[in-house]
């Protein structure tokens, strides 16, 4: 019988078993995702990820600033869901996406609950990946 000193004995050590194939029940429920961490408005979100639910709305929205283009659509990590708002330059990246997608959103801003969704929104120094 053969010894590596790192790892021992490996003659005896059996194959692992290949992991069943999961099926998916529901779109909803996406796989593999940790759970949306508790949201405090005023905070910033360093990172999230979620599978994107429904379609993405693109409107123009007048801010003091004058007229913005923004997108908003949801997040879902199986449990929860939360409303997402990317902006200007965000949207065209935004318009890519469609229900089923699994994206990771970086510096997300938290927003206060709008008519009891939680909610966060892009920044400046937001990535989409």
Do not use: C, H
Request: aromatic share 6%; glycine share 6%.
């Amino acid at each position: 019988m053969a010894v590596n000193r790192y790892l021992g004995d490996f003659e005896d050590v059996k194959p692992k078993a290949e992991a069943p194939t999961r099926t998916r029940p529901s779109p909803l429920i996406p796989k593999d995702l940790n759970p949306f961490p508790t949201l405090e408005s005023g905070k910033y979100l360093q990172e999230i990820t979620g599978e994107v639910v429904g379609d993405v709305e693109v409107r123009e929205v007048n801010t003091k600033s004058g007229p913005k283009p923004i997108a908003n659509f949801y997040l879902t990590d199986g449990k929860a869901k939360i409303r997402v708002a990317l902006w200007e330059d965000f949207v065209s990246e935004a318009e890519k996406l469609k229900s089923g997608d699994v994206i990771t959103l970086k510096g997300m801003s938290i927003r206060p609950p709008y008519k009891g969704e939680e909610q966060i929104s892009s920044t400046k120094n937001t990535e989409i990946l």
